[in-house]
């Protein structure tokens, strides 16, 4: 929490790419002085407020079926987010990965058409009490190596390293046709499982995200 009343409120809306997955760990977090949105703090200063409202397995619109992973359905959850972290100034989106995975059987196109959905709810909630909607960022994930043992065990991400590839230009194209914000992940090194990144690789997102913001 960031007690500078005047300070901008910035969320983060992610999966486990935002979280801090360890590449090839069993559920372990970066630290938050490590994982990319608390490098962005960091770098953006006592001005600014980054809230963290990420978690493994998110998906959009399809959420996750396993047993153990309930409520990862990103449509069914922003708007009490968006709610319960009012004011926000801005809302920063990594989603699509877990969209990506072969048993969802979904094209970068169906991605991006999901994503829509959601950016639709969130460029339009109005905060209850200022009467403002948040500005937003979208990025897009880092290539998938579908060749690693993680992405290969049951297939689980067959097809998904061009689909990754496809989805930059759905998503840059989704954003200018909402006027928001756009980031592509696409110079981000994956980490051994082939999904999730490496410290430095953290480090470097929030450079690219600083910057961006920066820029606006």
Not at 42 to 53: F, H, K, R, S
Not at 77 to 101: F, M
Not at 133 to 156: A, H, M, Q, W
Request: hydrophobic share 35%.
């Amino acid at each position: 929490m960031n007690i500078n009343t005047s300070a901008e409120r910035i969320m983060v809306f992610g999966d486990s790419l935002s979280w801090g997955y360890e590449p090839g760990s069993k559920h372990q977090r970066y630290a938050s002085d490590v994982r990319w949105p608390g490098k962005l703090q960091q770098l953006l200063g006592g001005d600014y407020e980054v809230i963290e409202e990420n978690l493994n397995s998110r998906g959009i619109e399809n959420g996750d079926p396993r047993l153990g992973k309930e409520g990862r359905r990103a449509l069914d959850y922003i708007e009490a987010c968006l709610d319960s972290q009012d004011p926000l100034d801005r809302v920063i989106v990594l989603l699509g990965t877990n969209e990506l995975k072969h048993e969802m059987g979904m094209t970068a196109e169906a991605v991006g058409e999901s994503m829509e959905k959601l950016l639709d709810i969130i460029v339009t909630r109005p905060s209850q009490f200022r009467g403002t909607t948040p500005k937003v960022t979208l990025l897009s994930p880092p290539t998938i190596n579908e060749d690693t043992e993680y992405c290969r065990t049951g297939d689980k991400y067959l097809g998904a390293t061009d689909k990754s590839k496809q989805l930059v230009e759905v998503y840059e194209n989704l954003a200018t046709e909402l006027g928001i914000g756009f980031v592509a992940l696409s110079s981000i090194n994956v980490g051994v499982d082939g999904i999730h990144i490496d410290a430095d690789e953290h480090a470097k997102v929030a450079e690219l995200v600083y910057q961006s913001l920066k820029a606006a």
